[in-house]
């Protein structure tokens, strides 16, 4: 009885440690974003973005693969 309570532990820190490095990720690209949007650097700010959205992308497909290897 207790191991399920250990393994439901470890998928919900597994789920937390993927949000994190998700999230984290696309708030500090939204703040670089703003930031050079607002010095003026408009064209840096929009290469800045598609980097972000691609590389979030990417994450996601990571932690979709990494969600799927972890409910087989």
């Known amino acids: 009885m207790a191991m399920k309570y250990v393994l439901l532990t470890v ?4 789920a937390m440690v993927v949000a994190v490095v998700v999230f984290s990720r696309a708030v500090g690209g939204g703040f670089m974003t703003s930031a050079r949007g607002a010095s003026g650097n408009h064209t840096g700010a ?6 972000q959205q691609s590389d979030r992308n990417a994450d996601s497909e990571k932690a979709r693969a990494y969600s799927d290897s972890m409910s087989k």
């Open 46 to 51: 929009a290469e800045w973005h598609h980097r």
């Open 11 to 14: 998928l919900v820190a597994a």
